[in-house]
């Protein structure tokens, strides 16, 4: 009996998985010395950009879990690095932001993160690097887009 299966050499979808985990791993051997998951990081560099998300948007942002966010940032919220209202300001959301600790340590591994992105793309050119962006936002739409 034959087996009719993805090719994993030329699927892009799987070398797409592939790179994402291999980027992934690059970035917590980069993190971990600074006290750092990739989470923890996604976490710090969204408020940064974006001070006052709520644990659901930043759940979004980070591609965790509710429940998950919500434990982070009790933990980062006891270690100094995040605050939050004792009550919500509007309705339910408790909006968080950095403390100047979480500032310092985003700085770090800010650092660290870029030296990975910048190992991963050495190989590249800046025309096909500007080619990959494209090519990856076109597969996102695509995927995202409900009428396809």
Do not use: W
Request: hydrophobic share 40%.
């Amino acid at each position: 009996m034959s087996h009719v299966g993805i090719d994993l050499q030329t699927s892009l979808g799987y070398l797409l998985k592939e790179a994402s985990s291999a980027l992934r791993s690059a970035m917590e051997d980069v993190l971990r010395p600074l006290g750092m998951s990739v989470t923890h990081y996604s976490c710090l560099e969204l408020l940064s950009q974006r001070p006052g998300l709520s644990n659901s948007e930043l759940a979004r942002g980070a591609f965790v879990t509710r429940q998950s966010m919500n434990v982070l940032l009790q933990n980062l919220e006891r270690d100094g690095f995040v605050t939050r209202p004792t009550e919500a300001p509007v309705g339910k959301v408790l909006p968080t932001e950095l403390t100047e600790r979480g500032r310092e340590s985003l700085k770090q591994a800010t650092a660290a993160v870029r030296s990975v992105e910048l190992r991963m793309l050495s190989g590249m050119t800046e025309d096909e690097q500007a080619a990959a962006l494209r090519i990856l936002r076109s597969m996102i739409r695509s995927l995202r887009d409900e009428n396809a």
